[in-house]
């Protein structure tokens, strides 16, 4: 017996003018005063609209907001006209949110990555995503050495930007394996990346010796 699940939203997106979506609430004074909303209000001075808002249509081409009240208001605020949407193909919130992950730090990479190829500054980006200059360095580069298959496996998955620093200990094979490990155990922590390079055979680290002299140093402090 075979069935099928319907998608609660499009997997497109599309650019919607402003005026036609209506926010289930409208944030109030207070919310635009705290720390959260300025974070956002800075990231889309810098970069832009990195997540689109989710809506569901309801009559006479208007749309009803399901995500993204903090970011419609914010635009809003800045007279933009038009943002891009992803059209929900119902009106409940919960079906979008329990199917799509936030932005991962590979989201973040590319991102970077884009916003520095139009000519934003490291410490712009900083601003905007609220973290230093260092953070944004590191995940610029999060995925130099890392195979392209373990990018596409934890794509969509909230994996530490250390964990990445340890993959590249690895050869590709053992990058797959431990990749596959993590998501068994669904754990994409930095500790659980060092766990699983001291059990890769040597054969698939890049450096074996210098990781040996780590796990030797390891067990000398816990001495």
Known sequence: MTSSATIGFDLKTVMLPISS????????????????YKQIAASIA?????????????????????DGALRLDILKQRNELEVRCILATDDEGYTYNKR??????????????????????????SVSLA??????????????????????LLANRRVSVFTY?????????????????????NNYSAKMAKALLTITNPQLITNPEKVSRSKHDDLSNCA
Request: charged share 25%.
């Open 131 to 152: 973290v230093d200059v260092d953070t944004i360095r590191r995940k610029r580069s999060m995925l130099d050495g890392v195979c392209p298959e373990v990018v596409q």
């Open 21 to 36: 979506i209506t926010p289930r609430v409208a944030p109030t004074q207070e919310v635009r005063k705290s720390k959260k």
């Open 46 to 66: 810098h970069v832009g609209v990195v997540e689109p808002l989710v809506v569901a249509p309801v009559a006479d081409g208007k749309f009803l907001l399901l």
């Open 100 to 125: 799509v992950n936030r932005l991962s730090n590979i989201g973040e990479h590319y991102m970077i990555l884009k916003a520095l190829s139009n000519g934003v500054s490291e410490h712009d980006i």
């Open 165 to 185: 620093g340890l993959l590249r200990k690895m050869k590709p094979i053992g990058q797959i394996q431990a990749a596959e490990r993590m998501i068994h155990a």
